[in-house]
């Protein structure tokens, strides 16, 4: 892996770490959570698929060797906790698309950290997968509810293709790779939670809830 997408891993992390802070919060503003565990809820979402990631590579996981991994983590729950007790109301609209932002960030640097460990590539895809979406599980674990992942999202869906463009593109150019897996990822979560996209299950449809 070259400099270029050493740099972009740590970027995509760091963009990734902000989001889903905001996205963890959110969920336990929901659940009426006090403000320490906020700030668990926010931290472990926006953390938990790197250190899934990492724990997988066999390496320290770099929200702990990195202080500013942590500080991005802590910095996006403390500001969504803060926006939490504004009366202004952040558009759901915005959120979302921060949020699939942060998902195709999350499985590009997953993607990467696979490539950069010459991986194969189904063990590629995996880590893009775990990566982007293994945070949102944790959250969903702690707010007592099935993942989203697995019931009405196509976020790991749109990982796992993200991450396959990557690995695609990245022989010629591991920048244009990653930004190009930024792109579908983001855009495919997008225009499920835009039109209701999910997989089919044998249960009939499957209705998303808000809990």
Sequence with gaps: MDFAASTLVGVFDRLG????????????????????????????TAAG???MRDVILGRLPLVLDRPDYL?????GSTVAIAAAWTPLEIPRNLVSFASAL????FAAAGALAGIHANLWFPAVVVLAIVTATGGGVLR??????????LRTEVNASAAGLGGTVL????????GAGAIACVAVTAGLCTLGLTFGLHLPGPGGPVERSED
């Design 102 to 105: 942060g998902l195709g960030a």
């Design 167 to 174: 690995w695609a593109i990245e022989p010629w150019s591991a």
């Design 71 to 75: 500080a991005y983590a802590l910095g």
């Design 17 to 44: 770490l902000a989001v889903f802070a905001f996205a963890g919060v959110e969920v336990g503003v929901r659940r009426r959570l006090d403000v320490f565990g906020l700030l668990v809820m926010g931290v472990v």
């Design 49 to 51: 698929g790197g250190v």
């Design 140 to 149: 969903d674990l702690m707010a007592n509810r099935i993942p989203l992942v």
